[in-house]
């Protein structure tokens, strides 16, 4: 065979194979489309709590996907800069559902994404605006029936290997329809009777200051089947409570159950340990759910509780 006719079949074969394979990229994209369940969150040493993508869903338009959990802010608690020349604000409650300015909820922005089937494990790229930049996340998926896992790393890291969470990647889990998790659901059911009955607060932090004696005097929380009673500074107030024990940290959603505040959500996070529990709420409803239970406290409430004697 002349040369030249060997370079233009390697030529045809290439195009044959590019052929191919926007073929197949095309095929599973269609097989995408649609409206996705979340099952799980995990990665970054953590894993989200369901209370946090129960109503979040992923819709696949085309070659953007779009949900609840592509917004919000991934700002973490703060510290005071310089000395302080006021009072630690107190009480803990009452500061964290102080008045506020309101604010739009944020718009889900729709991610656009390219697939590559035809990579081992199967690639994915999703590109996302962060300011003025547009970032690619590089990311392996898989898909098993009537579930999609997607294993996405961090900004300017390198592809994950395969789909299972790390430090530098966030693990994504969709199913086609809602599964019951009985897992969870027993050990919230055990975890809401661990948390049966009062708890007084033995020490703690609030606004980098240490609560004082006079701040924990008759401080406590009565856990019961309609939710928590807070008491604090003379004043109580009625909150609900959603639970995640097998979330990393286990999570807590605490829920204004009347009046005025009817409604204001406090995300945080708790360590239950026997008679001990340990409670961290962040500084202002403003601020998302803490990462941990005591590091980097900053001006987040950090309560260490101890069950009440019958």
Request: a neutral charge.
């Amino acid at each position: 065979m002349k040369p030249l006719t060997l370079l233009a079949c390697l030529c045809c074969l290439q195009f044959l194979a590019a052929d191919d394979k926007d073929a197949a990229a095309k095929k599973e994209l269609e097989a995408l489309q649609g409206e996705w369940h979340v099952v799980s969150v995990s990665g970054l040493g953590r894993s989200l709590p369901w209370m946090d993508y129960r109503d979040a869903g992923v819709t696949i338009k085309g070659s953007e996907l779009s949900s609840k959990l592509f917004t919000g802010s991934q700002v973490s608690t703060f510290g005071r800069v310089g000395k302080r020349t006021t009072p630690a604000a107190r009480p803990v409650l009452g500061t964290i559902l102080r008045d506020r300015e309101k604010t739009d909820e944020p718009k889900p922005q729709p991610l656009a994404f390219r697939l590559d089937p035809a990579a081992t494990p199967k690639a994915i790229d999703v590109e996302f605006k962060a300011g003025p930049e547009t970032l690619t996340l590089l990311g392996v998926y898989a898909i098993d029936g009537e579930h999609l896992k997607m294993c996405l790393a961090v900004p300017r890291a390198a592809r994950p290997k395969d789909v299972a969470a790390g430090d530098d990647r966030v693990v994504l889990v969709l199913a086609r329809k809602p599964a019951e998790d009985a897992a969870r659901v027993k050990a919230i059911k055990e975890a809401r009777e661990q948390l049966a009955g009062t708890w007084t607060v033995e020490s703690g932090r609030f606004d980098q200051d240490e609560l004082s004696a006079a701040d924990a005097k008759d401080f406590r929380l009565t856990f019961g089947d309609a939710g928590v009673k807070w008491e604090e500074a003379g004043k109580a107030e009625a909150l609900t409570v959603d639970l995640d024990p097998l979330a990393t940290p286990a999570a807590v959603n605490l829920t204004v159950a009347a009046g005025p505040r009817k409604g204001e959500l406090i995300r945080g996070v708790y360590e239950l340990k026997g008679d001990a529990l340990t409670l961290r709420l962040p500084f202002s409803l403003d601020y998302p759910r803490p990462p941990d239970v005591a590091k980097e406290l900053g001006i987040d409430a950090l309560l260490v509780l101890k069950r009440a004697k019958p």
